[in-house]
């Protein structure tokens, strides 16, 4: 009961946003990457340890945000900044002023763009749940990006009529990824998978429904 | 979701997390999510209850009283460590509509969620997970177990 555990996120250090940037600018081996992340990951998991947490979590530290990170994993995406896809954008100017309204850091926000036939290369966070199981006994959670903020941010027409007819289309192969995922986690061992949706607030609270934001 | 037994399942839905500007973030309560969450076969739903913008848990508690709560009660975006004491409160009120086996205690959201635009340091992020564990303590110490 009042079991402790987190969301998922934890903050990065400066070595660690060193060494993504410098993977993303192919300046640094993936490998080279995930040893600078593996040393990340121990002192996050042994702080929650150390303070009596009961389900702990990686901290997210291999990922370049909670859903971008999927263009590490999947074929047919790209990682995109927002100012590339602001030219795809219809209205510009308003999606320009709504980024500098809500104080949105569009230089540090990255979108995983569909830009073909979705396939899973690799698993989204299986490696991230074995490497947390070598470390402690503790049960481990897992965050996942949701089927709806995946499929509402990588459909970029422009580029995403490249694999799909449409959005929804795309959406079916979102949700059998997803599945297909929460399946090899669980039987790798997770305790707990927790999906994250932060966009359907937006839609029942916003002003307008069917404009596009930055997520 | 359906059809998968074996693993804890978790919804987690927030008003946003990329600024520390409280009112750029959104306002509401989950009211309007309730048709959506009712429908979903999910555990447990990760809620961010340590800012005044989440509005009740009754509104949640009332209607899905049956499933689990991930009650977030520190909030990631600032530097003060939470009472463990005001953990205990909030925790006591989810009681209201929930057992205490089926209560949570998480942050509100993650302390970094963008790699280039943490809302956090590690150090205060070390103390609130200390407030959490705490707090957890007390309420077991009162609720058994």
Redesign the interface.
Known sequence: ?????????????RD??RA?RDKQQGRMTRAEFEAVADEEVRRCVA??VE?????VVD??QR????YSFVTDKLDGTRLMSLAEMLDTVPDKAAFEEMLT?????A???RNPTCTGRLARREPLAVDELRFVRELTDLPV?V?LP?PYLLTRSMWVGAFSRAGYDDKTEMGDDVVRIL?EE??E??DAG?????????V???I???DEHDRRTFM | MAGVEGVRTGLHVCRGNWSRQEDVLLTGDYERLLPAFRAMEIDQFVLEYATPRAGELAVVGEALGHRELGLGCINPRTDEAEDPAAIVARAEEALRYYRPEQVFLNPDCGFGCFANRCVNEEAPAVAKLHSMVQAARVLRERYGA
Do not use: C, Y
Not at chain 1, 51 to 55: E, K, N, R
Not at chain 1, 101 to 105: N, S
Not at chain 1, 190 to 198: K, M, T, Y
């Open positions: 009961m009042f079991t402790v555990t987190q969301v998922g996120s934890w903050p990065r250090s660690l946003l993504l702080h929650q303070a009596g947490v009961d389900v901290g997210e990922r370049d945000n909670f309204t809500l104080d949105v850091p230089s540090s926000i959670k965050s949701g599945r929460l399946i986690l669980r997770a305790s707990f998978v927790q999906f994250d949706e932060p359907l607030t937006e029942v609270m916003g």
